[in-house]
Nanobody
Framework: QGQLVESGGGLVQPGGSVTLSCAAS????????IGWFRQTPGKEREFVAA????????YYADGLKGRFTVSRDNTKNTGYLRINRPQEEDTAVYYC??????????????????????WGPGTQITVSS
């Protein structure tokens, strides 16, 4: 059974930066895309970014590319999400997830939560001065 665990969350100052990690176990990490989603109370979980199995192709939600950078290290079975210049509206619980779907059609399927087989428990990011 695959498992994912996020780390790196906490209180972050606006204008700084933070990197979240997603440690994977129990499945063939380099056969899965890694996606990041976030959720705030009362709202649906929303797609943030995804990186395909090779680490070459990356995908971002509209408006987030530039401040968010998704990456992975297949030698460490770990995915990453870096948030630059965080803003208060970035406050949310951040989840990483793994999808076994192949990388095709511009990765549009990675934007949908139901295409992911494994999920981490989430890590809270609070952006506040």
């Amino acid at each position: 059974q695959g498992q994912l665990v996020e780390s790196g969350g906490g209180l972050v100052q606006p204008g700084g930066s933070v990197t979240l990690s997603c440690a994977a176990s129990g499945f063939r990490f380099d056969h899965y895309a890694i996606g990041w989603f976030r959720q705030t109370p009362g709202k649906e979980r929303e797609f943030v970014a995804a990186v395909a199995w090779s680490g070459i192709n990356t995908y971002y939600a509209d408006g987030l590319k530039g401040r968010f950078t998704v990456s992975r290290d297949n030698t460490k079975n770990t995915g990453y999400l870096r948030i630059n210049r965080p803003q208060e509206e970035d406050t949310a619980v951040y989840y990483c997830a793994a999808s076994s779907l192949a990388d095709y059609d511009g990765g549009v399927h990675y934007f949908r939560a139901h295409h992911y087989a494994y999920w981490g428990p989430g890590t809270q990011i609070t952006v506040s001065s």
